[in-house]
């Protein structure tokens, strides 16, 4: 390296050691409000928060600091791999910005702090029209976001929505994956309704305590092995998982007190995510590097930890004894077989976050027909709790009957669009993946016997360990030799279900 | 006001803003790790905290606000009272800080973050010597703090600690009321410990499980008017009250199993700090100077609400139904009599913040010998446990067995010294303005009916008002006319004891 790019370099990250302090404190006050703020604090932590977004967003802006960063990018041939990767995304993160001043991303974030605030009670009131203004602000800025940005990936507003989430995915793929769900989803569920087999439910709504749940939320932690010295769980409207430092990674969950199989499932999908981030290489941590997770790449991770092992055979027998110790009203009579069955029942039902394995995708394809046409201008704002009712009817055969089971249940909407689609690619990724895996190792076995460490290792090797540094398309061919395709995901489904249904 | 004043005005309200901005996000993050951070996590977020104060006080450091303020100052003759107050706690500010420079602030953040976490560590362990070299690093940057000040207050460096939570007040004015404390107290707890009486204390140390503590705690603080639309409480090792913002005011009690009174008189001294915080004038925020009372003055709240009205018979009334819900297994068979009793047993005991309201005095006279003797030079940081030990069992009659029950057992020395003796005139202070209080409003019938609106007000306009804009001295005469003295205080104690027990 000559010495213009070792001072280049070290330059690049002095200043991103200061914007990512910038930026963990702001991940804190996000945590904070998504916790424990009190509701009249809101808005002054928000304008708080705000505050140092843009401090951070400054920095960015600093014309030495871009000088510095695009020499390295133009030099990236010279740079080790850790280096090439920041000099990567900081080059895509400045043609993305580099017409927002620090005045249009002040504004931006005020925005969305408004909206999570009225979108907090709008949902409390189960009320659109209180969160309709913010939503359509919202929209907005993402149009005006992409309408100032230099950088074009082709395709359509939408599509470089979506590219902020899954680099370079596009709606035509997604078209694609979607149409095959719809295709052999659509029939399967068809015959399922119409099967003969009973499934015993009628422990799965016995009213449970707070505190049951947060025990059982703390021993599935605990059993899937996430570092809690190096973490912390707590409750909030809508769990997530945030890695605010190297060893602090959060998680959320929310207990429900008819339906205690809701923490379960939140908190090993939840989990799936604070393994990841935990289980990252420290150099991600060393040279700034550690956002280049996409969203698809995360959640086909905790999607796999919540279905395909969580809702497997092996771990209902891994954690019926604890399930039956600590929810014994629920539990009695209940045999290992039941509970199997019942965690996995495919029914249409309102609430996202609840769905089975089956009927999710076709929530997610609900959100991502109604945002596309919402950003391209084919529905408005005010069609939104109508067209969501619709088709929920169209392929469910169910409808919400308050907007707070309807439209209002999910906190996304108020941070942008083209989050929910990474929901059901990561289903695809996984399911590819998992192939892969069963093959070297002996999943069943070990999650049966809940050696979580040995899973978790093979995770980490070969799921974990590059997704910073490629591209999802990259990504997924480094461990599976082929491109992202839904047939493997639906494979198992139907497999699943066909057994499981006596189809 | 001439066209200068207000150019002044604008910049310093302009950058005091900004300083506030990161104030409230530093915080933010101390609340965060008191309460959730994870042990591994905690190191580098007190990295982050570091670098915001530092932010803020580099801020105060700019030449150009600091002759706007300066030049305030000089004309505060000219400004309206909160401006007024204002411009004197900058040019104090300054004054005490004008010396400090950026990086010396950082060191001193660094080191003080490093000794809550040594102390969390050593506390956990019941380990002093995993705290020895924090407390010693604490003192040596509290000296030098005063060493490089330019401001004198004449006295010698412990006063000038002192003066830094409790203005204008000396060691001189403090050996005289610990004086007239260890006169009347020691023989007053002589008799009662030589008293016949015999007061049941067996259901005192029943076990209660944490949700009902919560419950318990969340009634109280709606109980003493305590709005938690603008507050939040939560559980944390030591309590604590931060006033985030002006519409933000966090509360953190402990449960213990086997002591069910210490979550009700922890909430109620803590509610104490809330009220007076939630309840002062909404200009102090505007002026940005509700930083401006003094410890002495918070402490003489929260103590009242725990002490003189929180163990009175007409609060005991008032609860006791309450108490006798949540904790049913500890108030079976138990009358309100036998519980005001029990509230109020007198014994010497070990932990501060569980001690009675008449021994109490003594544990803070013990810290305050102590940290006077390490200032001084006269006692050696190895020395404490040992002079710990030996001043508990010279006051109180017994010795700790352990440092966690021990010189462990508070957190205030992580941060340094001169805090412990605002307790006691804080007991000082609210016997005598509480002297006031009585003969204006009927305070034992509002209690007994649990009308706190009524008393909140009173404290509103007489106590609260006026508080960040007057020196302790001022204020106290403020209210009752008078100065500084123990005597009203001990009054009381002997009053209120002499009947309990039948002397």
Known sequence: MNSDIIKNLE??????????????????????????????????QGEVKAFLENQAFKLTKDEKFIEASEYLYEHRDELDEWDRTLADQLHRGYMKEKNITPEKMMEFSLVYNKAFVDWSEARAESDFSKFRDSLARVIEINKEIIKIRDIKNGGSVYDQLLDDYERAITSEKLDECFGKCKERLLPLLKKIMNSKKTIRRDFMSIEVTDEQQAKMAKWLLQTIDFDLERGAFTTSEHPFTDGLGKDDIRVTTHYYPNYFA??????????GHALFESLQPKENYEHFINGGKTMGMHESVSRMYENRIGRSKEFVHLIYPKVCEVFPQVMEGVTENELYEALNIVEPSLIRTEADELTYTFHIIIRYEIEKDLIEGKLTVDEVPKVWNQKYKEYLGIEPETDRDGVLQDVHWTFGFGYFPAYAIGNMYNAMYYNRMKNEIDINDLVAKGDFAAINNW????????????TPSEWIKDITGKELDADEFLDYLEEKYTELYEL
């Open 11 to 44: 330059y690049v990250k002095k200043v991103e050691k200061e914007i990512m302090t910038y930026s963990h404190a702001a991940a804190i006050l996000s945590y904070d409000q998504e916790t424990i703020c009190p509701p009249k604090g809101m808005e002054e």
């Open 262 to 271: 809701g923490s379960i499932y939140s908190i090993v999908h939840e989990g």
């Open 459 to 470: 995770m980490k090797e070969n799921v974990f360990k590059k997704a910073d540094r490629l």
